[in-house]
């Protein structure tokens, strides 16, 4: 049995993650001077409120202890390897914490780079479960999982770049700035970096050339996608940005999900994101 491992960032439900046999290691997010669990104790409502207040919000990537005990389970549940998917190594420390683990698990564990943040590790995860129930050793899993990471685009819509730099993962995407309200950014993720992909002068025409991208990135892919959409307090703009991505690719829904606390402590209020990973 190859087990399978990935952080909260992923954006993963509970119940996805059971289904899917993927184990979930939480990262920490402080508001003020409050210590929470992400997918225990702190909601996105929650950030997205202290940031309106200008509380400070930051996040915390898992000590090496907590990877280490999820290995240790799930080599005590029969687990004979252990492929360990992960947010951007660009923009967090979690992959390195995992990296340390790995050196005392009990059982051989691969550390796969994303390089990529939210749902888009999420479908990482869920190729390297895919290509396990195939019947794929250890290294096809691993392979499967970065594969899909590398392959996958992340568009991202946010109010203002405010909250990106207060956390420093605006990187080169600092050169909007400057002009940050004179302008509503299209953000993309390369080589597991945030940077600055189109500036646009108002929200109706950022979401609208967000949608053409999307549209034009999913009809790329030959054999077919993962897309979702996902969204900080913005659920009615989430779901309309949703049904036109729907109609256009000619599905019957998308799926619309908020991010978890702390990707939302990164972004700020009002972002959309929509995520393709080609299969």
Do not use: N
């Not at 409502?45 to 915390?60: E, H, K, N, R």
């Not at 979690?94 to 683990?101: K, M, N, P, Q, V």
């Amino acid at each position: 049995m190859i087990g399978i491992v990935t952080d909260s960032t992923s954006s993963l439900a509970s119940v996805d993650a059971d289904r899917e046999h993927i184990a979930v290691v939480p990262l920490q997010v402080i508001i003020g001077a409050e210590v929470f669990t992400e997918g225990k104790d702190v909601t996105s409502d929650m950030i997205a409120g202290a940031l309106a207040a200008f509380v400070p919000v930051s996040t915390s990537r898992p000590a090496p202890q907590d990877f280490l005990a999820v290995y240790e389970r799930l080599a005590a549940e029969g687990a004979e390897a252990i492929v360990s998917v992960h947010l951007s190594s660009r923009m967090s420390g979690t992959l390195d914490s995992a990296r340390i683990a790995a050196t005392q698990a009990p059982v051989p564990v691969t550390c796969i780079d994303s390089t990529q943040v939210g749902i888009a590790t999420g479908f990482a995860a869920g190729r390297a479960a895919q290509a396990r129930d195939a019947g794929a050793d250890a290294a096809g899993v691993a392979e499967a999982a970065r594969r899909a990471g590398e392959s996958s685009t992340a568009l991202l819509y946010v109010d203002t770049l405010e909250y990106l730099k207060r956390g420093g993962r605006v990187g080169a995407a600092a050169a909007l700035i400057g002009s940050a309200l004179a302008v509503k950014p299209i953000l993309t993720i390369t080589d597991g970096v945030v940077v600055p992909l189109e500036r646009v002068r108002t929200q109706a025409k950022a979401l609208a050339r967000l949608e053409a991208l999307a549209v034009e990135k999913a009809a790329a892919c030959e054999d077919g996608f993962d897309i979702g959409v996902q969204h900080l307090a913005s659920l009615a703009t989430a779901t309309g940005v949703a049904a036109r991505l729907a109609t256009a690719l000619e599905r019957d829904s998308i799926p619309v999900d908020e991010v978890g606390a702390a990707i939302g402590a990164h972004v700020g209020p009002g972002m959309i994101a929509v995520s393709i990973t080609p299969r």
